[in-house]
């Protein structure tokens, strides 16, 4: 299993970017997957959600307005695109999978597969 996220970098603040994460070694449709971050002495937290058909979404409240998530069900791959980055959207940035569920995944510890995380750096 294998959740490749890239397209993380230095940053100025106000731009836009996309991350993109790439999955393997397991079946993609089966699986709902969600976005966190992690800053330096801080707890992950969740950023964003999207369910196995892309009919379901969900942002955390720091992000929401500015975050855009979509998967590619054909290319195994799923997307965070931010808007208007901030300095405080520093952190690194992990995708991860969870097993279909019947509620959004807000919490780390649904999900069963994380990949390896991709540094955001946003520069005032």
């Known amino acids: 299993v294998q959740l490749q996220a890239s397209g993380g970098g230095l940053m100025q603040a106000g731009v836009s970017l996309r991350l993109s994460c790439a999955a393997s070694g397991f079946t993609f449709v089966g699986y709902d997957m969600g976005w966190f971050r992690q800053s330096p002495g801080k707890e992950r937290e969740f950023v964003s959600f999207?369910?196995?058909?892309?009919?379901?979404?969900d942002n955390a409240d720091s992000v929401k307005g500015r975050v855009t998530i979509s998967r590619d069900n054909v290319k195994n791959t799923v997307y965070l695109g931010i808007d208007s980055l901030k300095p405080e959207d520093t952190a690194t940035y992990y995708c991860?999978?969870?097993?279909?569920?019947?509620?959004?995944?807000?919490?780390?510890?649904?999900?069963?597969?994380w990949g390896q995380g991709t540094q955001v750096t946003v520069s005032s």
């Open positions: 991860a999978a969870r097993r279909r569920g019947t509620t959004i995944g807000r919490t780390v510890g649904s999900y069963v597969y």
């Open positions: 999207i369910n196995w058909s892309g009919s379901v979404l």
